[in-house]
DNA sequence: ATGAAAGCGCTAACAT
DNA sequence: ATGTTAGCGCTTTCAT
């Protein structure tokens, strides 16, 4: 005790007005020479506040895990939550049932101020459970469910931009692999691609739409059907997609980008390196995880009205696959 | 209330033997009627158990966080914390200034009942202030430091086994791509296959050794640098390293495995994906995060002596880049 | 501006 | 075998 109650240490510890300035000093050097860290489990217990956030990662994202996609995202939300000096706990599904645990173990324990969800497929379980708990929480990207908070990329207006991209480079048989279409991201980036060609008076033929679920295997699997019907250029809904269809058009002896242009969507760390260096539209993955954090927050202390409807920004990185370098 | 006291619900819960079969079926009947879970924060104060565990990256393994390694060993530690009912927090540090914040953010606050640190490099300051702390914990890798946990790969065997493989196809300039020497598992897989070379009458040539960090830039570079000595093989000490490698190679037009035999590290989900598909020296990643949370649970529950030394075996993956498949 | 005291929801030691 | 009670270490009224 630095000649103080607890009550005052509390409040310098919480920054509470009502501290002569010259005790706040005071008990300020007391903490900084003795190291005292007040109890976290015990602040919880009084102040009904932990400091606590989940990243929930449901079960349909385990085969994608490995994808450099999560990494980022999960620099962008710890990077936020050190800003702000909150833990983040992880809660990655590795089996359906598993998910079943959310509830009980997960929000009913109360240990978390508010949770992160990312990768939903549309009408996700997860978000309906969590809507009943009401408990604070944020999407990374959309299950298409109104009046729930959200961060997500435009990615509809990314593959527009990527569609128009190959349309302008002359291409004529344009094909995509899409997404699955379970998922949010992968129908609007499918309705990108169809409005790009639509605005430009071409109507997309359905052979060339092939169905992918964002994994390197159904990229290399679509690109091979997609093969019979001779495209000249591909929109890829994922960088990781996109490594499959390079592998299957290398393994096709079709040259990138003279035979066929390839445009893919996220940019992901190792895009630049692929042979071709991948033309990519790219997604704020790190500042989306970031924002998510921070919307979070927002919800945790003011309230979950109105929901928080968050789209940001893609933009087109030009490197070698879509052919356009050797134009210019 | 069921018509019986706090504690004799708390007693159910625990699982203590003190209570009439008949009571404890009335009072788990109840809970599962009503859902209730107890109140984390009030068992942890109460308890002196949190049943959180902390993963610590730290600031050294920034630049590799997007290499798939840590999502496998993230779902391994995620897995044996579902398994065991406890919570998973993630603490990944972006600048060296957060590790700072480790020791009082982290350690002093009393939440986490174990630590699981990974990626250190040697006598890496991390360890030393864990080792101060004394909470539990068990590193992923070694460090190097006597008398501390961990759970590592036998990454000397795993080398020594690659290496001996390219000397057995009859290759006679066989260089390497190392890790970064400040790192352990870097020296042992270098000194695996070094002791390979010596034990066939060889010697090492320094002219054949070149060093990476583990990113694939640096296998690029490492590659580049090596191709003025004319190697007809090389062990690269890690996959993420292998891709860098193959592109060099590529770009030289070189032929893997014809002019030059390649064998990686890791066994990455994607390596057998690769152009050519990657023979690799597979390390159980997943399984380490498992075994190391468990490790860290029984020195939670039985304290911390004797230091847990673990070492797992890794196995040899042929596939096409080292040019054995085409001989059988 | 500060201290005293109640209480957050449990567990564990002590009675019975 | 079960109930009673005293904390766990804070935050937050309520006095002063």
């Given amino acids: 005790m630095a000649g103080v109650s607890s009550a ?4 310098v510890i919480n920054n509470h007005p009502n501290v002569r300035p010259e005790v706040r ?22 102040g009904q506040r932990s400091r606590i956030v989940g990243l929930v990662i449901p079960q349909t994202a385990h085969i994608l895990f490995t994808d450099p996609y999560f990494p980022r995202l999960i620099q962008g939300v710890t990077h936020a939550c050190q800003v702000h000096d909150f833990t983040l706990s992880l809660f990655l599904f590795h089996a359906v049932e598993d998910e079943a645990k959310l509830s009980t173990r997960i929000l009913k324990r109360q240990i978390l101020d508010g949770v992160i969800v990312t990768a939903t497929q549309i009408g996700d379980p997860l978000v309906r459970e969590m809507l009943a708990s009401d408990i604070p929480f944020v999407l990374i990207g959309q299950d298409g469910t109104e009046a729930v908070s959200f961060v997500d990329a435009d990615n509809e207006a990314g593959a527009y931009t990527a569609t128009s991209h190959l349309i302008r480079l002359g291409r004529k048989r344009i094909a995509t692999i899409t997404g699955p279409m379970n998922n949010l991201a992968g129908v609007n980036r499918l309705n990108g691609y169809r409005n790009a060609l639509r605005d430009r008076g071409r109507r997309a033929e359905e052979r060339l739409i092939a169905h992918g679920d964002f994994t390197e295997a159904s990229g290399y699997a679509a690109m091979q059907q997609l093969l019979a019907h001779h495209p000249d250029a591909v929109f890829v809904a994922s960088d990781t997609m996109a490594v499959g269809a390079l592998r299957a058009l290398h393994s096709a002896g079709l040259r990138v980008p003279q035979d066929v242009a390839v445009v893919g969507f996220d ?8 042979n071709p260096p991948l033309t990519t539209i790219r997604q704020p993955i790190k500042r989306a995880g970031m924002i998510a954090f921070e919307t979070l927050l927002d919800i945790v202390e003011h309230g979950l009205e109105p929901p928080r409807r968050i789209i940001l920004p893609t933009e087109l990185v030009i490197r070698q696959s879509c052919g356009a370098a050797a134009l210019s």
Same sequence: chains 1, 2.
């Fill in 8 to 11: 005052t240490v509390s409040r």
């Fill in 25 to 46: 000093a005071r008990v300020q050097r007391i903490i900084a020479e003795t190291g005292y860290q007040p109890n976290a489990a015990a602040r919880t217990l009084a």
């Fill in 267 to 274: 940019d992901l760390p190792h895009s630049g390196t692929f």
